[in-house]
């Protein structure tokens, strides 16, 4: 949320901002979108898109690790995302451009293959396990730029998220309370 809340002010006073990623939670960090919650509905709002967006790994590397796999869950949703788009164009004629998703599809091919050797190897401790670690926050970081600019560049959160974020914000709403969907 206050990332959200930083680049909608940013954005009402036509002011620059710097986004700092603590954690690798979300996508949201080089998106110009705001998610915030109005008249106790979640809502997506213009917002200032960052002058200069830091990630550091030792930071996101500390981070609490349910957060980071939040944000794997998060960059997962492109995928389902891209299938709301496809079906929608489908049955509904919406435009649909496979630019965004093209250009990140291979990282995320990348990812899912290097979580699974993460969680692999994190069941011994082996040298591999930090090399595992480096490629997997390195290709997760690669995923949420990405996924954050196609947001930007399409002027809509719809080609990084659909339909599981409309049940995620359902829930959220109802119960008064953000949920994170980890195992």
Known sequence: PINDITKYVAYKLNIPYISIASALSMNGYTSSNASL?????KQSFSGRLASIVVFDYIVLKDAPFYLTKSGFLDTLAI????FDIVISNLFTNTTYNTKYYLDIKLFLNNLINEFYDLYISTKKATKKNNKSQ???????VKCIILGGFAMSLSGSSFVASGSEHILSHLMEMKNNKVFLFVT
């Open 37 to 41: 919650i109005y008249k106790k509905l």
């Open 134 to 140: 480096d490629k997997f926050f390195e290709t997760l």
């Open 79 to 82: 995928i389902t995302a891209n």
